[in-house]
């Protein structure tokens, strides 16, 4: 019988190209749990055991559940996790010709793996600004759009043309990771005829700079058609956009013995969605909130992949007005918010690096996460991860209580640690804070790979904190 834990994350995944669509598909899932959406630019009227979200900038999500016995000032207990993943977004100028080729303009997007671009299917998704005409006046939406056929790709360059490329291949992100949309020769003569009946041409396109047709010398007009066709404007109305390239290839579970998930974006769409069912489920029986005395949270920020300096990423402000907020609908005090944020506990869940077979050296031999083996807590002397012997037992004793299998990791002296929302959020909010994650392999590959138990076991230690941490809490003392 297939995980259905894991089933459901690859249905997730499929829905979630970009973060933009991962929020949208997170708001869908919170709203048929019950989940009532509120906004940031108005006043919150919470009560105790209701449940609600808010997002920002659509590409960070944090929703919450208020136990029936919370009171201003007690804890709250968040799973913290990322919506954004490395990958090639468009440039504000998309519209590159070369050699007889459409190309398309891309920027990278955090540390990835880029040799693994090549050579793929690929698509584009995002969100775009549209202008609307209603009633003889003008304004805008917000729209997501999808194109989920193959429509790019970055071609390698032929062995025969460059005989040393086994000995090592260095990507130039500059010149070689432009995606071939189109030859000059088809666009040309697939262009939309104008009102006169002839063809559009580039030369007639340069001579109107009025803000409605600006867009046609910033990317090729076969892009504007392809994006406008899927959000259902004309090609003029496109104000602006924010657009990735996407590989078509479904997730998938996998392998064998069907034990793995193949998909692109494991990082960290695996543990936002973990997090995410784990917050629904603890919360939508009858009386799932009836004893609990905290807030329970997930929170899926923008922007780690670049440091979270946003104004939606975990540098910024979201997670402190969240607490703030919900703190402050429940009494005036100021001093309560303090008292909060010492009582609250942060798990952030961030993918982990599984042993590798054909690089064992990278591991040191105490520290080898394994699949299928549970979540790996993360240590980092250094800070580099927010893990300390308190926050890493009281996590721990939740696993031990319900029999779950956990494993740590250190990465070796002589290398080089990433680092999480972990740190920041600790250091911003003054948070305790553990660091944790599923084993994965391929990090940041355009194509990576989990154990399906693994996302079977971080639902079910995420689900377990939530309903069970209030208490356990309790029993630990330390700055008494």
Known sequence: MENQVAVDLVEFLNASPTAFHAVDEAKKRLRSAGYEQVSEREDWKLEAGKKYFFTRNHSTIVAFGIGKKYVAGNGIYIVGAHTDSPCLKLKPVTKVSKGGYLEVGVQTYGGGLWHTWFDRDLAIAGRVIIREHKDGSESYSHRLVRIEEPIMRIPTLAIHLDRDVNDGFKVNKQTHLAPVLATSVKAELNKPASKNGS???????????????????????????????????????????????????????????????????????????????????????????????????????????????????????????????????????????????????????????????????????????KMHSGLVIKHNANQRYATNAVTSFLFREIAAKHKLPVQDFVIRNDMLCGSTIGPILASGVGIRTVDVGAPQLSMHSIREMCAVDDVKHSYQHFKAFFQEFSHLDAKLAVDI
């Open 199 to 369: 063809a559009e041409t580039a030369s007639s396109d340069d001579k109107k700079l009025d803000e409605k047709t600006s867009s046609r010398q910033k990317h090729h007009s076969l892009l504007l058609q392809l994006i406008a066709a899927q959000a259902g404007c004309k090609p003029d109305d496109i104000c602006d956009f924010e657009l990735q390239a996407c590989d078509t290839q479904k997730s998938v579970i996998a392998g064998a013995l069907k034990e793995f998930v193949f998909s692109g974006r494991l990082d960290n769409l695996c543990m936002s969605f973990c997090s995410l069912k784990a917050l629904i489920d603890s919360t939508s029986a009858d009386s799932s909130l009836q004893e609990e005395t905290g807030v329970r949270m997930v929170a899926l920020f923008d922007h780690e992949e670049v440091g979270s300096d946003s104004a939606q990423g975990a540098g910024s402000p979201v997670m402190l007005d969240a607490l703030s907020r919900i703190t402050n609908s429940f009494s005036s005090d100021t001093k309560l918010l303090p008292i909060a944020i010492q009582r609250s506990f942060l798990v952030s869940a961030d993918m982990a690096h599984a042993l590798h077979p054909n690089y064992m050296d990278k591991h040191e031999e105490n520290h080898q996460p």
